[in-house]
Structures are given as C-alpha cells and as structure tokens.
C-alpha cells in the first residue's frame, strides 16, 4: 500500500511504427504439435516470451531436439529460462528447427515439467501427455498453482487418462488401459486449452472425439493439426453449439512438419489499438498482426466503440489470417459487451476497460466471469487499476460497469491500494501502463518480469512511438 499524487500533463502522441512479438498461442502450438511430427519442422518468429520459452524447455526435457538462431534479446532470455544451445541471428528474427519424433518419440523426463505461469502449456500438455505410456509431473508458478484443472482432467478422465488431481503440481499417469479412448463432450465453457487438449488426447485414442462449446474458440489447433495432416470436421449443431470432431479415420501414423511463420500477436496488438485509440494525436502502424477471426473480438468491439482504425494487406499466412493495421486516435463511446463478445476478446477484457475509461457514458462488460480464474481474477485487478487512476467502476459478479471520461485528473486523488502493481499478470501490468500513460502520467511499467511472459518487447515499443 502507498500514497501517491502526481501532477498530469498532456501525454506524448504514440507515433511510428512498431514490431510486435509473435502470437504466443500459435507459437505454443508450434513447439508442442511439432514435437510429435515426423521430421523437421521450422517456427519462424521475432518475438517470444517467457511462456513459449516454458513450452520448448519442456519438450526438450520429453526428448526433442530443438536448435535454431535467436536474436540477442531473446538468446538472453532463453538463457534465463534454462535454454541454452542456440546461435544468434544477427537481426531481430528467431528461426527454432524442432526435429519431431512422432507421437511415439516421447520419453519420461525423470523430472518435473515446469510449466511456470503458462496456463495454455499446462493445459495442453494434460492432453498431450496423458495418452503417453510414462508418468510426468506438472509444476507451475504460484499463479498457475491456483489456477483450475478439472475443466481438462475430468473429460480426460471419462477417456480413460489418470491425473493425480485438479490442481499442479499434478502428476499424468499413463492411460487405464492400453489406450485412451474417444469421447463426445459439451464442455460447459468455450475453450480453447480444454478443446486443445481433448484433442491431443484424442490424436492417441481409440475412436472418435467430438467436443462442443457454447462458441467457436481460438481454433489455431485445428487450423496446424489440419495443416499437419489430420482430418478435422467443424461446424455449427443443429442446437446452436460449436462442435468440432477427430474422427477415428482422421488420424494419421505420421503428421507432416511444417515451416511455421508465426503472425504478430493479436493480443499484443491490443495495448496498442487502445493506447493509439485513447492518446491524442496519436498513429501506429502495425505490420503482420494476426486477423483469425476467433481472436479480434476486441478489434470489432472498439469499431463498435469509435475508432479509427485502417486494415491493409489482408493475406493469409500458413493457414492464418493476416493484415497491417493502422490506428489513429478517435473519440471513443461506451459500449455493452455481452458473453458471446467475450469468447472473441477473452484475454483483452482488461485493455478494453482501459479504453472504455476514455469513452464518452457508460461501458458494461457481462458474461466474463471466466477472467476470474486467469493469471490472477482479471476482474477484480482491472477494478483495481481503474479505482488506482481514478476512474469510477463497479465490480459485478461476472463483469465491470464503468463510467467514461469521469475520472478525477490524476494529480488531485489520493492512492492508497497499490495492490495492481505487483500481481504477477502481464496484461493488468501492460493495461496500467496504458491507462497511467493516457492520462498524462508518463509510462510506468510494473511487474516487468511477469511482462515477459507474452511482451518481453512492450516497453520498447512505448519508447519507440514517443
Ligand atoms: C489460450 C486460450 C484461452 C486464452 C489463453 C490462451 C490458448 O484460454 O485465455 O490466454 O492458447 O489456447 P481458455 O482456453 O481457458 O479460454
């Protein structure tokens, strides 16, 4: 807890042009599917973080041979994360080579896998490595250790997987059985890790695995499995519900690896769509921003919102949609953001409350209350930055109402709950540098570690713009 009053003065327009890391998701997705191909497979990239660094170290430990060139920043931070053996690249891309082995490849790693904040690596390794004839212990951070796993080891459990319980430090067990079997489940949340990992499972079952979600999730695994050689189906069920089916005969002995160009991160993109959105004067331009329609719920939510945003290029890259995108700053008004909008815009719930502080009347977020259980309750910690910078916002059950452009200039409050700065998540961390910064309190990053767990770049984008 602490006291601090500072003065605001007009912030710096954000202007340039700025490189972003590479989608943190597809990334994961990369190292873990090309794992189990057969051959070698190349992820080319420019940013990692932390997270993927987690995922690689792991599969390493399982007996894949990863080597490659990384840039200076990121051969220092691999380093950190106990990945060493890899050249430097002289520029800022980094090109991974993973030779995979196929499914049957894997050996026990005789020591815990430590996952460390990364929920989508635990997730999908549950799924992964559940099918495996050896046991692997799964360790994570003391955010991760909080965080719910029943919502993946209880389907996998009706496939026959084994886990020690629901929450890490969790040990996989083989499966009951020679094999795991197939599955029909209507997940209760839309999900893309528990989607993710029934899959995986279900790559090194017996019979067919159809999953359903109230919602399309980010369907990056069915986009590289399908690119890998499997056969996937999805599509819309009669009752409204999303399903997509592995069927038995879609399975293949080998999967084909593939030269993976990893887009920039939608999710990253966000700091800056808002920050160029709510900071007057302000233009970036961002190129190679991944456009997957299952990931920009937040893009549409803020052209619903106002703002002044200019799509070029459109391609597709490996499979995924891609575009350059320019923001310019614009007046911003309220919005009602429902359940089904939430799906589409899941980990920039809190970016959004940024903006929506800026945005002329009242902002009400519902149908979020997912955001709970994320690196930290993503609820409570974006309420906290709001109150923190003066912002008036009421925390409900399952959302945020927020009231725009009525908060108390900066230098007149007094703030006593600090608590928002040291959560240990790297997107409150990255929203409240935003919201200081918009408001004329110059950029202030903390938590600088736990933003190097998807953005290890972002406060060198902020100074390049300024
Ligand atoms: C992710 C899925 C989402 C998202 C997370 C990454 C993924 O989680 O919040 O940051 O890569 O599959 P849920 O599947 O729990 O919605």
Redesign the pocket.
């Known amino acids: 807890m602490g006291t601090d009053v500072r003065k605001a003065v007009a912030p710096t327009p954000l202007r340039g042009e700025i490189s972003l890391p590479g989608d943190k998701?597809i990334s994961?997705r990369a190292i873990l599917f090309s794992s189990f191909a057969r051959g070698k497979a190349r992820v080319l990239t420019s940013v990692l973080g932390r997270d993927n660094f987690a995922s690689l170290r792991i599969m390493r430990q399982l007996g894949t041979k990863a080597s490659g060139a990384l840039s200076q920043k990121m051969l220092s931070l691999a380093s950190e994360e106990g990945l060493d053996g890899f050249s430097l690249s002289g520029d800022d891309t980094c090109e991974i080579v993973i030779e995979g082995m196929g499914l049957q490849g894997f050996s026990s790693a005789g020591s815990a896998l430590d996952c460390g904040n990364s929920?989508?690596t635990a997730r999908l390794l549950c799924g992964l490595l559940s099918g495996q004839q050896f046991e692997s212990q799964l360790i994570g951070d003391h955010s991760l250790q909080s965080r719910p796993f029943k919502r993946v080891t209880e389907p996998l459990g009706h496939m026959g997987a084994r886990f020690s319980g629901d929450r890490l430090p969790l040990t996989i067990f083989g499966p009951e059985g020679a094999k795991l079997k197939g599955i029909a489940y209507d997940s209760p949340r839309a999900?893309?890790?528990?989607k993710?990992a029934l899959l995986l499972a279900g790559l090194q079952a017996d019979g067919d695995v159809r999953v359903s979600e109230s919602h399309c999730?980010?369907d990056h695994t069915e986009r590289m499995l399908s690119a890998m050689g499997c056969h996937l189906e999805s599509g819309l069920r009669a009752d409204g519900r999303w399903e997509v089916l592995l069927p038995d005969s879609g399975k293949r002995d080998h999967y084909d690896a593939l030269d993976i160009v990893v887009p920039s991160d939608f999710s990253a993109a966000a700091f800056f769509l808002v920050a160029g959105s709510i900071v007057p004067g302000s233009e970036i331009m961002m190129r190679n921003v991944g456009f997957n329609k299952t990931r920009i719920g937040l893009f549409s939510i803020l052209e619903g919102m106002g703002a002044s945003f200019t799509c070029e290029n459109a391609r597709s890259v490996g499979g995924e949609e891609v575009v350059d995108i320019l923001v310019r700053s614009a007046s911003l008004r309220g919005v009602s953001v429902s359940a089904e909008d939430v799906v589409l815009a899941?980990?920039e719930i809190p970016i959004l409350a940024i903006a929506a502080a800026f945005a002329e009347g009242e902002t009400l977020i519902s149908g979020a209350s997912?955001l709970r259980v994320?690196e930290s309750d993503r609820l409570t910690m974006t309420a906290n930055i709001l109150q923190y910078f003066g912002v008036p916002v009421e925390e409900l059950p399952d959302g945020l109402r927020i009231q725009g452009q009525s908060f108390e200039a900066p230098g007149t409050i007094e703030r006593v709950d600090d608590s928002w700065k040291s959560t240990g998540d790297h997107r409150i961390a990255m929203s409240g540098a935003v919201l200081g910064f918009a408001q004329g309190l110059g950029f202030e990053l903390h938590d600088k570690e736990a933003v190097e767990t998807s953005f290890p770049t972002f406060a060198d984008c902020f100074q390049l713009l300024t």
């Open positions: 998701s994961h929920g989508t999900s893309a890790q528990v993710s999730s980010r899941i980990d997912e994320k």
